[in-house]
Nanobody, 123 residues
Framework: DVQLQASGGGLVQPGGSLRLSCAAS????????LGWFRQAPGKEREGVSC????????FFRDSVTGRFTISRGSAKNTVYLQMNSLKSEDTAVYYC????????????????WGQGTQVTVSS
């Protein structure tokens, strides 16, 4: 069975950092990409970032470029989203997702989803 387990969310003050983790299993990582999405209350889900099996990454939001970093663990089955200089507008439930092929900012194109982890940025 395919499983994606997101973790690492929490409450952090503006300017703080969090590292989200997504542990994946049940599919071939070399031909799948893993992406991070987020959904804030009352807003649509939006793509944040994506990384492929070779470590190439892309970001879908200018607002996180330079503050967020995506990476894969040495075993490839874990993806991290390092979030620095967090702002209140980063508050959302963050999801990891996987799809075969290349990165896409469209969540509907992803086949597998984790359960989400809450990130709250507040003083």
């Amino acid at each position: 069975d395919v499983q994606l387990q997101a973790s690492g969310g929490g409450l952090v003050q503006p300017g703080g950092s969090l590292r989200l983790s997504c542990a994946a299993s049940g599919f071939t990582f070399d031909d799948h990409v893993l992406g991070w999405f987020r959904q804030a209350p009352g807003k649509e889900r939006e793509g944040v970032s994506c990384i492929n099996g070779y470590g190439f990454s892309t970001f879908f939001r200018d607002s996180v470029t330079g503050r967020f970093t995506i990476s894969r663990g040495s075993a490839k089955n874990t993806v991290y989203l390092q979030m620095n200089s967090l702002k209140s507008e980063d508050t959302a439930v963050y999801y990891c997702a996987a799809r075969a092929g290349g990165c896409s900012a469209y969540g509907s194109s992803y086949d597998y989803w984790g359960q989400g982890t809450q990130v709250t940025v507040s003083s």
